[in-house]
């Protein structure tokens, strides 16, 4: 929200922003701490028991990709492109 609209703004709607905007900052921190745990994990392996340490390609399982459709990606691809034309000041 650009600090213009603020007087524009219900207490309401304010509170709804605010509160969201608490929510994702606890979930980007909640998700810093998982990986930061992971990391200190695969350090303690590496520098204490490096033989030991988990091998993620096995995890993988080596698949293969997805199959692709070009056609509905080519599509995709347009409908992109059309849709930034007409929303910038060119197409307008």
Do not use: C, Y
């Given at each position: 929200m650009h600090h213009a609209e603020f007087w524009h703004v219900s207490l309401r709607?304010?509170?709804?922003?605010t509160r969201a905007r608490i929510k994702a900052k606890d979930a980007e921190f909640a998700a810093r701490r998982v990986l930061n745990q992971e990391l200190g994990i695969l350090t303690q392996f590496a520098?204490?028991?490096?033989?030991k340490m988990?091998?993620?390609?096995k995890a993988i399982?080596?698949?293969?990709?997805?199959?692709?459709?070009?056609?509905?990606e080519l599509?995709?691809?347009r409908a992109g492109l059309?849709?930034?034309?007409?929303?910038?000041?060119?197409?307008q």
């Amino acid at each position: 929200m650009h600090h213009a609209e603020f007087w524009h703004v219900s207490l309401r709607e304010f509170d709804l922003i605010t509160r969201a905007r608490i929510k994702a900052k606890d979930a980007e921190f909640a998700a810093r701490r998982v990986l930061n745990q992971e990391l200190g994990i695969l350090t303690q392996f590496a520098i204490h028991n490096p033989g030991k340490m988990p091998d993620f390609t096995k995890a993988i399982g080596g698949k293969k990709p997805a199959e692709r459709n070009r056609a509905a990606e080519l599509a995709q691809l347009r409908a992109g492109l059309l849709n930034m034309h007409f929303q910038s000041k060119k197409g307008q």
